[in-house]
């Protein structure tokens, strides 16, 4: 038996993936920042889910992806392309909401998802995570890295991890 391969589809294709990112969003919130305050209750500031993730699939934008093994979501990704940015080099991409459901975690599905997503969207990327989040600091550092093979920049600003890169320069051997 093969085992099941990691991909990444469009998320606007089929109904049932928005379903499933909504049916996990809390899960991913209670993941950003765990006992900060930073990220409240969703309930608290009068938003919801549907109203937030809408905005995902009516944006031009924006690409709301669903991360699959085999054929079960495991994840979901939300790149933005930015349209014009003022300082060199000129990011193109970045990486609003990356996800994979915790019972999947440490398995390669999240690093083989990110690098099929900078192939697919070949750029200059910026990647932000909040320094406080040490998981997920260590998780893009670390697929970033191998990614660029070390090519890439890092600067902390305001208490956030920034890694710009270009995801389609060729890679030294």
Do not use: C
């Not at 294709?13 to 809390?26: E, H, K, M, N, T």
């Not at 990486?95 to 750029?123: H, K």
């Not at 200059?124 to 920049?153: C, K, M, P």
Request: net charge positive.
């Amino acid at each position: 038996m093969t085992p099941a391969t990691v991909s990444v589809r469009d998320a606007r294709a089929a109904p049932a993936d928005r379903l499933w990112i909504q049916s996990v969003y809390r899960d991913y919130l209670d993941d950003l920042n765990p006992g900060t305050g930073l990220f409240p209750k969703l309930g608290e500031v009068g938003h919801r889910e549907p109203d937030l993730i809408a905005h995902w699939f009516g944006d031009p934008n924006t690409f709301p992806l669903v991360i699959l093994k085999g054929t079960e979501p495991v994840g979901f990704a939300r790149v933005l392309r930015i349209v014009a940015t003022a300082t060199p080099p000129r990011i193109e991409y970045r990486m609003a909401e990356f996800f994979v459901a915790r019972a999947r975690r440490r398995l390669g599905i999240g690093r083989t998802a990110v690098q099929l997503i900078l192939s697919r969207f070949a750029g200059y990327w910026e990647i932000t995570e909040y320094l406080r989040n040490a998981d997920a600091v260590n998780f893009w550092r670390r697929v970033v890295s191998s990614y660029t093979r070390g090519s890439y920049q890092e600067r902390i600003v305001n208490g956030e991890v920034h890694q710009v890169f270009d995801s389609g320069r060729p890679r030294p051997a």
